[in-house]
């Protein structure tokens, strides 16, 4: 299993893996039983145990890889749970509670660990403001990849990889994230290269003006109108940023909200949450 787990994330693939942390009484899996669950509910290796423990670990896995969220689950009898004043979707200081529906009537904790991979950041261009995002954003969980002429690589420090030219790999992935920052030198074929598949954000640092003319060319040559409604132009929340850092700033800031949005939750409705 740890081959697969291994495997699994340097190819940048979702799952989750689950852990029994603790048994009571009769049960088919003993603690630190192990499974690893896919995006879509799958468990393609390990065993928690059978059905009883089964259908609610998937359900919680599948929430976990959607919120990025760990969960605890604690699965036990309808009277054991009843005689703590709980029933089935219950949550508690942290734990959600399933019924254990078979004869063997033992009870099962089983921890739900997502493991999400980094987002790829692709900073296309070698302007004070790239070279300003290649030091905040590793810092935001993002895997940076620097797309610059290699004369410019001396300019980045602590980036993940470096990429001659503007040229994205087309392994990039779909969790993609590209800021274009040519600052005039290439702004065209660095753009073509952020659009050509498709990204949770793309963005040109540059005037309205000029980003209004450089989507006239890349329609002319042939992108698509819905493509280009996609680019985020100017590059930013609007905080008013003046210098490369503050400028830098505001577009790690805007890549965070689109990566954070609807993760988070009310309190109240995390400590209501079902599985």
């Keep these: 299993m740890l081959d697969l787990v291994n495997n699994m994330k340097a190819r940048g693939e979702p799952f989750a893996l689950a852990t029994v942390v603790r048994t009571v009484s009769l049960t088919a899996a003993k603690a630190g039983a192990k499974a690893v669950i896919l995006s879509d509910g799958t468990m393609t290796a ?89 030091a905040i954003a590793p810092r935001m969980g993002f895997f940076v990849s620097v797309c610059a002429p290699s004369a410019d690589h001396t300019l980045f420090e602590g980036v993940d990889r470096l990429i001659d030219a503007y040229e994205i790999p087309p ?26 598949s498709p990204s949770v954000y793309v963005a040109f640092v540059g005037s309205r003006k000029k980003a209004s003319v450089l989507k006239e060319e890349l329609a002319a040559a042939g992108i698509t109108p819905s493509l280009l409604e996609t680019l985020h132009a100017p590059a930013g929340l609007d905080l008013g940023a003046i210098t490369p850092d503050e400028i830098a700033l505001s577009i790690v800031a805007e890549m965070v909200e689109i990566r954070r949005r609807g993760q988070r939750q009310p309190d109240t409705q995390k400590q209501e949450g079902t599985i």
Aim: proline share 6%; charged share 15%; hydrophobic share 35%.
């Design 171 to 196: 392994e990039s992935g779909g969790n993609r994230y590209v800021v274009v920052s040519t600052q005039g030198r290439g702004d065209t074929a660095a753009l073509k290269s952020a659009l050509s």
């Design 46 to 134: 390990g065993w928690i145990g059978g059905g009883c423990a089964r259908s609610n670990v998937l359900k919680a896995a599948r929430q976990s890889l959607s919120d990025g969220q760990p969960r605890l689950i604690s699965v036990q009898p309808k009277d054991v749970l009843e005689e703590q004043g709980l029933k089935a979707g219950d949550a508690q200081d942290g734990v959600l509670y399933a019924n254990n529906m078979c004869p063997s009537h033992g009870s099962m904790d089983i921890f739900v660990e997502p493991i999400l991979p980094r987002p790829q950041l692709y900073i296309c261009g070698a302007s004070p403001v790239a070279v300003a995002i290649s």
